[in-house]
């Protein structure tokens, strides 16, 4: 490995990641062609758990230990405490995202770090949402209400995510859970799913016929060769997204005089941008895996045909093409953003705020990134700007009326959209900065190098917004702008 990474100018954590994720294709073979078509539950559980641990063994080596401890004690502290669900959600969700925390604080540096915590991270949602699912069929019980039967998947692509019945009115056996968290395919960097949906896909249950006498499992070939040709696409791209590093950023050369204020405004823009690239191509591997495996099954369209959106974790299309913010939360990271709204935004219904549920949400997330300044300084601004979009399209919505919308110029349009689309990819480029940096004093250093552009546009849409409230009254107020893992929420928060 180590001559392959010289060899190919590729770090050798990258490269051990790369090959993680490449090995849940044969993987997925043996799952959709052997055991399925053989029907043995427990067979299917047991080479889940040893396929994935052998191959996580091969990422991280001993290190694997980590998320083998975390699984088996997170499973006997939820069989211990079955009688009181809530304390055992209470010490699962402590105890996973505190080991999380530790293994930061022990091994994680100022880089990109690719190790044990890549999974870990990944494994450390699962398990508490694991947690979740159980307390939530136990209330069901207590309820007298009937758990609803498992959906194909987690966030079918006709359905939203408050749909589904994940909740689980009892605990499965302790080799029915290692097969689901060591599931090859979403180990290592997601995507994320409920264990209804993965026993639905052991079991055969997402593939029954509506009249639940037969089974009958698509061929996914297709799709997956789609898929496919996507991520290696975008991984094309994320190897020309290296030729513009964003670690340039906090170069101090970077801040000098050597480049002008639109150099550094342009490179922002297009490294900060391009460089997002990368998580799309590793994020359709894991999707190819999954369609491969048969677990990403969504049910059938109007035309009979099988559809395979199930764990697609982006919409590259509306992603790139998207000139607004709320595009960007619909179609990136989709099954992260979805697990933060069902169990951190909407457990946070008794504080009645919006606002505050949904910064709780983002401090989450950013403590889930790590302790680096930058991911707190991230999500904060990603908030801000959200708000500062809301407020802009108020004030520019009556002049987009007049000059654009009823402008007989086929051109105005497009011209409008042009701009928007740039206004959104700056504003993705600015607020990138603290994420790829993660240092606050050379965040800070990078942007005073432009100005503080970013953050004085923000300030200038609050004080005419709030001005022009001041003198003529605010408008009726609209639906709010989605934040992330909270998009499109009908829970009765003020």
């Not at 180590?2 to 044969?26: C, M, W």
């Not at 991280?60 to 055992?88: N, P």
């Not at 100005?451 to 923000?458: A, E, P, R, V």
Request: charged fraction near 15%; charge should be positive.
């Amino acid at each position: 490995m180590e001559t392959l990474s010289k060899a190919s100018g590729i770090g050798e954590p990258a490269l051990r990641l790369l090959f993680s994720l490449l090995a849940a294709f044969p993987i997925a073979v043996v799952q959709k062609y052997v055991l399925l078509p053989l029907n043995n539950v427990k067979a299917t559980h047991l080479f889940n758990f040893l396929s994935g641990l052998s191959v996580c063994f091969f990422f991280c080596g001993f290190d694997s230990l980590h998320s083998l401890f975390t699984v088996i004690a997170t499973y006997y502290i939820l069989e211990y405490t079955k009688k009181d669900r809530r304390m055992g959600l209470y010490a699962a969700f402590t105890f996973n995202f505190g080991y999380l925390l530790i293994c930061y604080a022990v091994y994680s540096t100022y880089d990109y770090d690719i190790d044990f915590t890549t999974p870990q991270s990944v494994l450390c949602l699962r398990l508490i949402g694991f947690a979740f699912d159980l307390f939530d069929g136990d209330q069901k019980k207590k309820a007298g209400a009937e758990s609803k039967p498992a959906k194909a998947v987690v966030r079918a692509a006709s359905a939203k995510s408050t749909d589904v019945d994940n909740s689980l009115v009892e605990q499965p056996d302790i080799l029915s859970v290692l097969g689901y968290t060591y599931y090859a395919g979403g180990f290592f960097v997601g995507p994320q799913f409920s264990f209804k949906l993965y026993n639905s896909w052991v079991t055969r249950e997402m593939y029954q016929t509506a009249d639940q006498k037969e089974v009958k499992i698509p061929d996914s070939s297709a799709a997956f060769a789609k898929i496919f040709g996507q991520a290696v696409i975008f991984l094309l791209l994320g190897v020309v997204s290296d030729m513009f590093p964003v670690s340039l950023w906090k170069d101090p050369v970077f801040w000098s005089n050597q480049w002008n204020f639109f150099s550094r405004a342009f490179y922002v823009w297009f490294s900060g941008n391009i460089s997002l690239f990368k998580y799309v191509g590793v994020w359709k591997i894991t999707e190819a895996s999954c369609i491969l495996s048969g677990l990403a099954f969504s049910g059938y369209d109007d035309k009979g045909q099988a559809q395979w959106s199930g764990l697609t974790n982006l919409d590259w299309y509306l992603f790139i093409t998207t000139p607004n913010l709320d595009g960007v939360i619909e179609s990136f990271n989709i099954n992260t953003n979805n697990w933060a709204k069902i169990y951190i935004y909407k457990r946070c219904i008794w504080m009645k705020n919006r606002n505050l549920s949904s910064l709780t949400t983002l401090l989450f997330l950013a403590t889930w990134h790590g302790y680096a300044a930058g991911y707190f300084y991230c999500f904060l601004l990603e908030f801000i700007t959200l708000e500062a979009q809301k407020r802009l399209v108020s004030l520019v919505e009556p002049l987009v009326k007049v000059h654009v919308e009823q402008n007989p110029d086929p051109n105005a349009k497009k011209v409008w959209y042009v701009v928007c689309w740039l206004v959104r990819t700056l504003t993705i480029a600015w607020g990138m900065m603290p994420f790829h940096i993660k240092g606050l004093s050379e965040t800070l250093s990078s942007q005073a190098s432009l100005y503080y552009i970013g953050h004085i546009l923000i300030v200038v849409i609050f004080v005419i917004y709030e001005g022009k409230a001041l003198l003529f009254g605010k408008p009726a107020e609209k639906p709010r702008t989605p934040v992330p893992a909270v998009q499109n929420d009908k829970d009765k928060q003020q």
